[in-house]
């Protein structure tokens, strides 16, 4: 039952997620959905778009920054758990991915230190966190830790934490409902607004505070992955960053993405990031048991 608070503290039962074999023996799993989110949204970034009907990989798409990132925490989480170094790292290996000024001066330091950012970079890379971590208590500090390397803002972090959560909650309960009363309880964002209400006013934003609560609303507002992604880019903001979000939270809820979908990001990442998201997904896409949240 909820508590005062709005929390849950029922016991959750979570069920396989029935993950199957991509071409040459690779898998479509886990976390392909916010790489593809970052691809379909990234051509739509410099030139934002206020509808849903578009191609959903337009010839020009590329991965960015948000794929980048998004790997370099799976890297830590595979091997030592340093965040910092492996996106110090993994960031550097491809500099023309499209980061922010303040992040590439960031990845030229040779001792990088945070720089109290509430920008949405925190937001857009953390999501396998909600993979891996096996409860509230665990997502939530490993969140704050991949976010305190560079956006130690308490918005940073914030962004950070909820959409991890969000990702958590999704994959091992499904609900929308409590996913959306759970994270505006935790975390003070209004998620009782559409797409529809929220597309007409809305621009471009790299916030976490002004990116985060819409992305959680296009996944909240959908009926599948594709529908979710389509909803993010259709607001007209910081395109692949929104896409990449609600991916994430989206792939997380409604299962692996198509087939299509998959060979795509395959067919466009670098043979180095590909195979950290193969180990990655051959090491998080089995079932899940039961949790206290």
């Known amino acids: 039952m909820p508590d005062a608070a709005g929390r849950l503290s029922k016991v959750v039962k979570v069920w396989p997620m029935g993950l199957t074999p991509l071409a040459a023996g690779h898998r479509r799993g886990i976390m392909i959905g916010a790489i593809a989110g970052d691809i379909i949204g990234s051509v739509y970034e410099a030139h934002p778009i206020k509808t849903r009907d578009f191609p959903l990989f337009h ?33 550097r290996r491809h500099p023309h991915a499209g980061y922010g000024g303040s992040f590439m001066s960031w990845l030229h330091s040779t001792d990088p230190q945070p720089y109290h950012s509430w920008g949405n970079g925190s937001a857009m890379r953390v999501s396998p966190v909600g993979w891996a971590f096996d409860g509230v208590d665990d997502v939530l500090r490993e969140a704050a830790r991949t976010a305190e390397i560079s956006h130690n803002h308490p918005e940073g972090i914030k962004g950070a934490q909820a959409v991890a959560l969000s990702v958590f909650l999704a994959r091992t309960t499904r609900d929308k409902g409590l996913i959306r009363k759970e994270i505006a309880a935790r975390f003070g964002y209004d998620l009782d607004r559409t797409v529809d209400g929220i597309r007409p006013s809305y621009g471009f934003d790299v916030s976490c505070q002004g990116t985060v609560p819409e992305a959680i609303i296009s996944f909240l507002d959908a009926g599948g992955y594709e529908d979710a992604v389509r909803n993010a880019v259709s607001l007209g903001g910081d395109s692949d960053t929104l896409a990449c979000i609600t991916g994430a939270i989206a792939e997380a809820c409604y299962g692996p993405v198509a087939p299509d979908i998959a060979e795509k990001v395959r067919a466009i990442l670098p043979d180095d990031l590909w195979l950290i998201v193969a180990r990655f997904c051959r090491r998080y896409e089995a079932g899940y048991g039961a949790y206290h949240l």
Do not use: H, K, N
């Open 59 to 91: 010839p020009r798409c590329r991965f960015t920054d948000d794929s980048v990132l998004t790997i370099a925490v799976a890297q830590a989480i595979l091997s030592d758990g340093d965040y910092r170094r492996w996106v110090w790292e993994i960031g």
